[in-house]
C-alpha cells in the first residue's frame, strides 16, 4: 500500500480535530446548532448544556483518546508486538480491582464524598493500576535487566490475580454496588466536569509532552533489544522509564473515565498501516486520531441510544473488534499472497 | 583495536568459552572457523560487550569495552546479528536509516551513506520496498548494509569495527563474492572486521587473519595458508579436506 506522508496525516488530522469537537458539541439526545444569538429561554439552556457538559466531555474524550493511543504505541513498540496494547502490563485490570474494592469496601468508609474534585473510586483505580503494574515489573525485573518476555507472562498472571480480586468483589457487593462496577468497567465520560477535564488536561498533557523524545529508541528497539542497544540505546534504561510513563498515564486516564477498550490497541494500527512504523510521525499521529476517534465514539454513545447513553466501552468495542478483524484478515491475505513470506 | 585477553564464559556449569585470546587490528579482517556449538557466536558477543565474560577482559581502542556507553561504543562499533528479529513494516530505505541513530551527522550526509550501504549490499533496487516482505537472502543483505552504514566513516580518531555473525548464510553465490569483496574493500577503507563463517573457501578469499575454533578454545591463530592445514581441519571438523591453491588468487581452496 502506498504510504501517506507524515505531515500530510498531520495536517488532516489537525483539520479533523475542530471538526470533530464541534460535531460533539452538535451531537446528543438533542441537536444543538451552535452560534445561535437569540436570547430566549431554549437558547440559554442549550447554551448551558453546551459550556458546562458538552465541552467538558469532549475534551475529556480527545485527552483520554489520546492518552490511550499514545500508550499503545509505546506499549507496542517495547514489547515488538502490533497485539499489545496497555492492558498487557496489568494497568486496566489493576485498575478495576481497585475500583471495585473502593466501591464495594469504601462505600461504608468514605460515603461518596469526592477530593478535588475526583472520587474515590478514581483513586482506588488509580493505586490498583500503579500497584498491579508494580507487581508485574518486579516479577519481570531481574539483575541484568527487565525481560519482555517475563513481563508477558507476569502481566497475564497478576491481570488473572486482579480478575479474581474484581469477581470476589462482585460476589459480595449488593445490586446497587454491583450495577456501579460493571458500569465503571464500562467507561464513561459522562462524569467529565471542568474540575476533572483540567486535571486531565494538566497532568496527561503534560505527561504526553515527554513521550515522543522516545520516538529514536522505539524505532532501533524494532530491530530487537540486542540491535537497539548496539545502536547506542541504554536499553534497559529506557524500558523502565517507558513503563513507568506509561503506567502513570494509562492509570489516571482509566482512574478518570473506567476502562475504555480498544482504542488504545486498533489507533497506532490504523495509523501505521497509513504512514508506517515510524515513531516519529506515529507518536503524535496516534495522539491526534485517539482523540478524534474517542470523541466520534462518545459522540456515537450519546446520539445512538438517545436521550439514554450507551457506555462508551461498548461504542469503542463495538467499533474496534470488526474493524480489527478486518484488518488480520487483510494482514493474513498479504501474507498467504506473499507465499508465507 | 579490539584485545579479547584469557576470557572464560559460563553458562550456568558449562564452559563456553576457555582462555581465549584475540586481537583485531584496525583494517585487519578476521574470520572466526569452526563446528556448531564451537563458541562462534559467544566470541562475537563477548565482542561486542553483549555477553559479559566470567573471566578476562575486553579491550577496545583502549578502553575496557564495560566501560563504554552504549552511545560512545555504538560511534565506532556495529553488530550483525544472526537473526533479525524485524516484524513491523519498514521500508528498506528506513531499515538501512536505523544504522545512523548514533550518529549527529545531519540528514543530508545521512541520506549519502545510506546509499552508498544500499548500492554496496546490492539492494538499493529495493529501497522503496517493504522490508518484511523480502526473501530471507535480501533481509540479510538489507541488514548488512544498516550494519555498516554505522561506520561507514572515521568519526574521529577511535578505530571502527564491524562484528558479523554469519553475513553470508542465506546469499547465494554472487552475493557472497559481493560480501567478500565488500568486507575487504570496508577493511581497506580503515574499518576493522570480525566474523563467523562456514564456508572455509570464502573464509580463505576475505581473511587477513582466521581463527579456528572447537570447543570453546582456540584452535588456531594465522593467515588462511597456516590455518587451514588438512590434518588439523580434520581434527577439528570431522572431514578430510583436499587443499590446492585457488589459480587465481593465489589462496588455499579446499575440496571434500
Given at each position: 500500500?502506498?504510504?501517506?506522508?507524515?505531515r500530510?496525516?498531520?495536517?488532516?488530522l489537525?483539520?479533523?480535530l475542530?471538526?470533530?469537537?464541534l460535531?460533539?458539541?452538535?451531537?446528543?439526545?438533542?441537536?444543538?446548532?451552535?452560534?445561535?444569538?437569540?436570547?430566549?429561554?431554549?437558547?440559554?439552556?442549550?447554551?448551558?448544556?453546551?459550556?458546562?457538559i458538552?465541552?467538558p466531555?469532549a475534551?475529556?474524550?480527545?485527552?483520554?483518546?489520546?492518552?490511550?493511543?499514545?500508550?499503545?504505541?509505546m506499549m507496542?513498540?517495547?514489547f515488538?508486538?502490533?497485539?499489545?496494547?496497555?492492558s498487557?502490563?496489568g494497568?486496566?485490570?489493576?485498575?478495576s480491582?481497585?475500583?471495585?474494592?473502593?466501591?464495594?469496601?469504601?462505600?461504608?468508609?468514605?460515603?461518596?464524598?469526592?477530593l478535588?474534585g475526583?472520587?474515590?473510586?478514581?483513586?482506588?483505580?488509580?493505586?490498583?493500576?500503579?500497584?498491579?503494574?508494580?507487581?508485574?515489573?518486579?516479577?519481570?525485573?531481574?539483575?541484568?535487566?527487565?525481560?519482555?518476555?517475563?513481563?508477558?507472562l507476569?502481566?497475564?498472571?497478576?491481570?488473572?490475580?486482579?480478575?479474581?480480586?474484581?469477581s470476589?468483589f462482585?460476589?459480595?457487593?449488593?445490586?446497587?454496588?454491583?450495577?456501579?462496577?460493571s458500569?465503571?468497567?464500562?467507561?464513561?465520560?459522562?462524569?467529565?466536569?471542568?474540575?476533572?477535564?483540567?486535571?486531565?488536561?494538566?497532568l496527561?498533557?503534560?505527561?504526553?509532552c515527554?513521550?515522543?523524545?522516545?520516538?529514536?529508541?522505539l524505532?532501533?528497539?524494532?530491530?530487537?533489544?540486542?540491535?537497539?542497544?548496539?545502536?547506542?540505546?541504554?536499553?534497559?534504561?529506557?524500558?523502565v522509564?517507558?513503563?513507568?510513563?506509561?503506567?502513570?498515564v494509562?492509570?489516571?486516564?482509566?482512574?478518570?473515565?473506567?476502562?475504555?477498550?480498544?482504542?488504545?490497541?486498533?489507533?497506532?494500527?490504523?495509523?501505521?498501516?497509513?504512514?508506517?512504523?515510524?515513531?516519529?510521525?506515529?507518536?503524535?499521529?496516534s495522539?491526534l486520531?485517539?482523540?478524534i476517534?474517542l470523541?466520534?465514539?462518545d459522540?456515537?454513545?450519546?446520539?445512538?441510544?438517545?436521550p439514554?447513553?450507551?457506555?462508551?466501552?461498548?461504542v469503542t468495542?463495538?467499533l474496534?473488534?470488526?474493524?480489527f478483524?478486518?484488518l488480520?484478515h487483510?494482514?493474513?491475505?498479504?501474507?498467504?499472497h506473499?507465499?508465507?513470506? | 583495536?579490539l584485545?579479547?585477553d584469557?576470557?572464560?564464559?559460563?553458562?550456568?556449569?558449562?564452559?563456553?568459552?576457555?582462555g581465549?585470546?584475540l586481537?583485531?587490528?584496525?583494517?585487519?579482517v578476521?574470520?572466526?572457523?569452526?563446528?556448531?556449538?564451537a563458541?562462534k557466536?559467544?566470541?562475537?558477543?563477548v565482542?561486542?560487550?553483549?555477553?559479559?565474560?566470567?573471566?578476562?577482559?575486553?579491550?577496545?581502542n583502549?578502553?575496557?569495552?564495560?566501560?563504554?556507553?552504549?552511545?560512545?561504543?555504538?560511534?565506532?562499533?556495529?553488530?550483525?546479528p544472526q537473526?533479525?528479529?524485524l516484524t513491523?513494516?519498514?521500508?528498506?530505505?528506513?531499515?538501512?536509516?536505523?544504522?545512523?541513530?548514533?550518529?549527529?551527522?545531519?540528514?543530508?550526509?545521512?541520506?549519502?551513506?545510506?546509499?552508498q550501504?544500499?548500492?554496496a549490499?546490492?539492494?538499493?533496487?529495493?529501497?522503496?520496498?517493504?522490508?518484511?516482505?523480502?526473501?530471507g537472502?535480501?533481509?540479510?543483505r538489507?541488514q548488512?548494509?544498516?550494519?555498516l552504514a554505522?561506520?561507514?566513516?572515521?568519526?574521529?580518531?577511535w578505530?571502527?569495527?564491524?562484528?558479523?555473525?554469519?553475513?553470508?548464510?542465506?546469499?547465494?553465490?554472487?552475493?557472497?563474492?559481493?560480501?567478500?569483496h565488500l568486507?575487504?574493500e570496508?577493511?581497506?577503507q580503515?574499518?576493522?572486521?570480525?566474523?563467523?563463517?562456514?564456508?572455509?573457501?570464502?573464509?580463505?578469499?576475505?581473511?587477513d587473519?582466521?581463527?579456528?575454533?572447537?570447543?570453546?578454545?582456540?584452535?588456531?591463530?594465522g593467515s588462511?595458508?597456516?590455518?587451514?592445514?588438512e590434518?588439523l581441519?580434520?581434527?577439528?571438523?570431522?572431514?578430510?579436506f583436499?587443499?590446492?591453491?585457488?589459480?587465481?588468487?593465489?589462496?588455499?581452496?579446499?575440496?571434500?
Open positions: 500500500m502506498k504510504r501517506t506522508s507524515r500530510t496525516l498531520v495536517a488532516i489537525m483539520l479533523m475542530p471538526l470533530c469537537l460535531l460533539s458539541l452538535v451531537v446528543g439526545p438533542e441537536l444543538i446548532l451552535p452560534f445561535s444569538t437569540t436570547d430566549s429561554p431554549q437558547a440559554v439552556s442549550n447554551r448551558v448544556i453546551i459550556e458546562q458538552r465541552l466531555r475534551l475529556m474524550a480527545a485527552i483520554i483518546g489520546a492518552t490511550l493511543a499514545v500508550a499503545g504505541v507496542q513498540g517495547l515488538r508486538n502490533p497485539l499489545a496494547d496497555p498487557l502490563i494497568v486496566t485490570s489493576g485498575a480491582a481497585g475500583a471495585s474494592f473502593v466501591i464495594v469496601v469504601g462505600a461504608g468508609l468514605f460515603g461518596a464524598h469526592e478535588l475526583v472520587s474515590f473510586v478514581a483513586l482506588g483505580a488509580f493505586v490498583g493500576a500503579a500497584l498491579s503494574t508494580w507487581l508485574v515489573y518486579r516479577l519481570a525485573a531481574t539483575a541484568t535487566g527487565t525481560s519482555v518476555a517475563t513481563m508477558l507476569a502481566g497475564i498472571a497478576i491481570s488473572a490475580l486482579a480478575g479474581a480480586l474484581n470476589f462482585s460476589f459480595i457487593a449488593d445490586n446497587h454496588m454491583l450495577r456501579q462496577i458500569l465503571w468497567q464500562m467507561g464513561s465520560l459522562s462524569s467529565a466536569s471542568w474540575q476533572r477535564v483540567i486535571w486531565a488536561g494538566i496527561l498533557g503534560g505527561l504526553l515527554w513521550f515522543p523524545r522516545y520516538a529514536q529508541a524505532n532501533a528497539l524494532l530491530l530487537g533489544e540486542s540491535e537497539a542497544r548496539h545502536l547506542g540505546i541504554d536499553v534497559d534504561r529506557i524500558k522509564q517507558i513503563i513507568v510513563l506509561v503506567a502513570l494509562v492509570g489516571i486516564a482509566v482512574s478518570l473515565t473506567g476502562t475504555i477498550a480498544f482504542v488504545g490497541l486498533v489507533t497506532p494500527h490504523m495509523v501505521r498501516l497509513l504512514i508506517g512504523p515510524d515513531h516519529r510521525g506515529l507518536i503524535p499521529c495522539a486520531a485517539g482523540a476517534l470523541m466520534l465514539a459522540a456515537c454513545s450519546r446520539f445512538l441510544l438517545a439514554g447513553e450507551l457506555p462508551i466501552g461498548v468495542a463495538a474496534g473488534a470488526p474493524f478483524l478486518s488480520l487483510r494482514q493474513r491475505a498479504q501474507i498467504v506473499m507465499g508465507g513470506a | 583495536m584485545t579479547l584469557h576470557i572464560d564464559l559460563l553458562a550456568g556449569d558449562v564452559p563456553i568459552l576457555r581465549v585470546n586481537q583485531v587490528a584496525a583494517a585487519e578476521v574470520v572466526v572457523l569452526g563446528p556448531n556449538g563458541g557466536s559467544s566470541l562475537l558477543k565482542a561486542s560487550g553483549e555477553l559479559q565474560p566470567d573471566a578476562g577482559r575486553v579491550m577496545f583502549g578502553h575496557s569495552l564495560g566501560e563504554l556507553t552504549p552511545a560512545q561504543k555504538a560511534l565506532h562499533m556495529a553488530v550483525l537473526q533479525s528479529l513491523f513494516p519498514y521500508t528498506v530505505e528506513e531499515v538501512v536509516q536505523l544504522g545512523r541513530t548514533p550518529h549527529d551527522s545531519g540528514r543530508q550526509l545521512d541520506a549519502v551513506i545510506v546509499e550501504a544500499l548500492r549490499t546490492d539492494v538499493h533496487f529495493l529501497h522503496q520496498q517493504t522490508y518484511t516482505h523480502l526473501s537472502g535480501e533481509k540479510q538489507v548488512l548494509a544498516r550494519v554505522q561506520v561507514w566513516q572515521q568519526e574521529d580518531d578505530s571502527r569495527l564491524v562484528i558479523l555473525d554469519e553475513p553470508t548464510s542465506a546469499l547465494d553465490y554472487a552475493h557472497q563474492q559481493l560480501v567478500v568486507l575487504r570496508r577493511s581497506q580503515g574499518c576493522g572486521v570480525l566474523t563467523a563463517m562456514h564456508d572455509l573457501n570464502l573464509a580463505a578469499q576475505c581473511a587473519k582466521l581463527v579456528l575454533m572447537c570447543c570453546g578454545e582456540v584452535r588456531a591463530v588462511p595458508d597456516e590455518v587451514l592445514q590434518d581441519l580434520q581434527e577439528v571438523f570431522q572431514v578430510r583436499h587443499r590446492v591453491i585457488h589459480p587465481q588468487s593465489g589462496r588455499p581452496w579446499l575440496v571434500n
